[in-house]
């Protein structure tokens, strides 16, 4: 039975920091990209960041850059993101995803962690 279950979220006050993990199990950890997406009330999931097989390859949104850090531990099945210079606009719950071999920056992903809330106040 495969895994994905999201933590470190919470209530943070703009500029603050927050670190996402995401702990896996059921699954070939290194055999999968791992992606963080996020969704507001009223909008559309969004993709965040991705990063590849060993870490090699990482991707952002463009919001997120130089702001956000996606690393993966995969001696720990764990993949984290790391949030600086938080704003109001990053306020989502926030999703931990697996894709097989392939990193995309899409929703294509396998499988889905049930979310946790990241909440950034003004």
């Known amino acids: 039975q495969v895994q994905l279950v999201e933590s470190g979220g919470g209530l943070v006050q703009a500029g603050g920091s927050l670190r996402l993990s995401c702990a896996a199990s059921?699954?070939?950890?290194?055999?999968?990209?791992m992606g963080w997406f996020r969704q507001a009330p009223g909008v559309e999931r969004e993709f965040v960041a991705a990063i590849s097989l060993s870490g090699g390859r990482t991707e952002y949104t463009i919001s997120v850059k130089g702001r956000f850090t996606i690393a993966r531990d995969n001696a720990k099945n764990t993949v984290y993101l790391q949030m600086h210079s938080l704003k109001p606009d990053d306020t989502a719950v926030y999703y931990c995803?697996?894709?097989?071999?392939?990193?995309?920056?899409?929703?294509?992903?396998?499988?889905w962690g049930p979310g946790t809330q990241v909440t950034v106040s003004s």
């Open positions: 995803a697996a894709r097989r071999l392939q990193i995309r920056t899409t929703t294509a992903y396998d499988y």
């Open positions: 059921g699954l070939a950890f290194s055999s999968y990209a």
